[in-house]
């Protein structure tokens, strides 16, 4: 009994001793080679060449610069790649492939690498294997509308920012349908100038905070604009500074945006009146920044205020 009992304790101190040496190899072997492959396209930043190298001495990559592992797992949970591609050389169309291997990936930072979109049957859509996935940032590249088109399956996305990138137009929002559990989207600094959202639409139900500033999104019919994004079930928050609403004509029909919280205006023209108007209709607002806007317009009373009692104004 005896003599069994410690062979299996020796066992067991065995196993102990074959994981935890595991474990301290660091990052798993699929991962390292993984990396190792994006180097050559994400390949214009120093420490990127110098430490991710294929060494003995620093073959743990979650030890690597811009990896960061699950200590548990030793899997990588977050990769910041932001501003690591040559900027002077040309566009190029990503293999988002490159990125299946990272199976717990919770974080991708791909921010200013001239990245035009992706090269065919290799889209964002691969990614949707990632099943972790929650942050997704490819601000400052070059991602034009069809971005949409290949983000359908992308569904433990949180948030999503695509700022500064070639959207335009027209954006249908049922491209996004199936985000659904994305809770921030960041869509400023594109020419995009309209947000189609139908009347009912049930879709981006966790929706809380949107980004629209330093679009062009007044200059068409703010209005419209506006009450379609009062469709969004849960959005508590919105961007929309740096936009001329000053022509934007308010009509009777802007009512049912029940749960809006914040609604910041910085920078942006604005007709006083109009927007008073408007803002009656924002029955749950609490705060209203007008920071550096441009004002015209007179005050004529009309603008019948039924706000809520925490409702503040900031105006710089
Ligand atoms: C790794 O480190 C050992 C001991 O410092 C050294 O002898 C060896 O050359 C190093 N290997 C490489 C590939 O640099
Ligand atoms: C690491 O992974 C384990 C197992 O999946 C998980 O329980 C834990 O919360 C993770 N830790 C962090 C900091 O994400
Ligand atoms: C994209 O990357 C994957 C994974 O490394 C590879 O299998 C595939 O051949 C690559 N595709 C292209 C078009 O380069
Ligand atoms: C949009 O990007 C895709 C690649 O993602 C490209 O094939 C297409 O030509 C671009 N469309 C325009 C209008 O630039
Ligand atoms: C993601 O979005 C949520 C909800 O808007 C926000 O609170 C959080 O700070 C964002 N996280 C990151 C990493 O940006
Ligand atoms: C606002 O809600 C009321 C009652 O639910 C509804 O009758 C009306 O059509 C809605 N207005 C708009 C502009 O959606």
């Given at each position: 009994m005896c003599g069994s009992k410690r062979v299996w304790v020796s066992e067991l101190?065995?196993?102990?001793?074959?994981?935890?040496g595991w474990w301290s190899e660091g990052c798993l072997e699929q991962e390292r080679y993984a990396l190792l492959q994006l180097r050559h396209f994400f390949n214009d930043d120093q420490c990127l060449q110098n430490c991710w190298v294929d060494d003995e001495n620093y073959s743990d990559c979650c030890q690597w610069e811009r990896v960061e592992c699950n200590d548990t797992t030793g899997r990588v949970i977050k990769l910041d790649l932001r501003d690591t591609r040559n900027w002077e050389s040309a566009e190029w169309y990503m293999n988002a492939s490159l990125f299946t291997p990272f199976q717990?990936?919770?974080?991708?930072?791909?921010?200013?690498?001239?990245?035009?979109?992706?090269?065919?049957?290799?889209?964002?859509?691969?990614?949707?294997?990632?099943?972790?996935?929650?942050?997704?940032?490819?601000?400052?590249?070059?991602?034009?509308?069809?971005?949409f088109s290949s983000l359908g399956g992308l569904s433990s996305l949180r948030n999503l920012s695509l700022i500064g990138n070639r959207l335009i137009g027209s954006i249908d929002i049922k491209g996004l349908d199936s985000l659904g559990n994305l809770e921030e989207l960041d869509m400023s600094d594109n020419a995009i100038n309209n947000l189609v959202i139908p009347k009912d639409y049930r879709g981006l139900r966790k929706l809380n905070t949107l980004y629209l500033g330093g679009t062009e999104i007044a200059m068409i019919d703010g209005s419209k604009v506006l009450q379609s994004i009062g469709s969004l079930p849960s959005l508590k928050t919105l961007y929309l500074s740096s936009t001329n609403f000053k022509g934007t004509v308010v009509n009777q029909e802007l009512h049912n945006f029940t749960n809006l919280e914040e609604?910041?205006?910085?920078?942006?023209?604005?007709?006083?009146?109009?927007?008073?108007?408007?803002?009656?209709?924002?029955?749950s607002l609490k705060y209203l920044s007008m920071?550096?806007?441009?004002?015209?317009?007179?005050?004529?009373?009309q603008?019948?205020?039924?706000?809520?009692e925490a409702f503040m104004i900031l105006i710089r």
């Amino acid at each position: 009994m005896c003599g069994s009992k410690r062979v299996w304790v020796s066992e067991l101190i065995f196993i102990l001793l074959v994981v935890k040496g595991w474990w301290s190899e660091g990052c798993l072997e699929q991962e390292r080679y993984a990396l190792l492959q994006l180097r050559h396209f994400f390949n214009d930043d120093q420490c990127l060449q110098n430490c991710w190298v294929d060494d003995e001495n620093y073959s743990d990559c979650c030890q690597w610069e811009r990896v960061e592992c699950n200590d548990t797992t030793g899997r990588v949970i977050k990769l910041d790649l932001r501003d690591t591609r040559n900027w002077e050389s040309a566009e190029w169309y990503m293999n988002a492939s490159l990125f299946t291997p990272f199976q717990q990936l919770e974080s991708l930072y791909l921010i200013g690498n001239n990245i035009a979109g992706c090269v065919e049957n290799e889209g964002l859509d691969t990614l949707s294997r990632l099943n972790n996935l929650k942050f997704l940032y490819l601000d400052y590249n070059h991602f034009n509308n069809s971005i949409f088109s290949s983000l359908g399956g992308l569904s433990s996305l949180r948030n999503l920012s695509l700022i500064g990138n070639r959207l335009i137009g027209s954006i249908d929002i049922k491209g996004l349908d199936s985000l659904g559990n994305l809770e921030e989207l960041d869509m400023s600094d594109n020419a995009i100038n309209n947000l189609v959202i139908p009347k009912d639409y049930r879709g981006l139900r966790k929706l809380n905070t949107l980004y629209l500033g330093g679009t062009e999104i007044a200059m068409i019919d703010g209005s419209k604009v506006l009450q379609s994004i009062g469709s969004l079930p849960s959005l508590k928050t919105l961007y929309l500074s740096s936009t001329n609403f000053k022509g934007t004509v308010v009509n009777q029909e802007l009512h049912n945006f029940t749960n809006l919280e914040e609604l910041i205006l910085d920078d942006s023209d604005l007709h006083i009146s109009q927007l008073l108007q408007s803002i009656a209709s924002f029955t749950s607002l609490k705060y209203l920044s007008m920071g550096f806007c441009t004002l015209t317009g007179a005050l004529h009373g009309q603008g019948k205020l039924r706000v809520s009692e925490a409702f503040m104004i900031l105006i710089r």
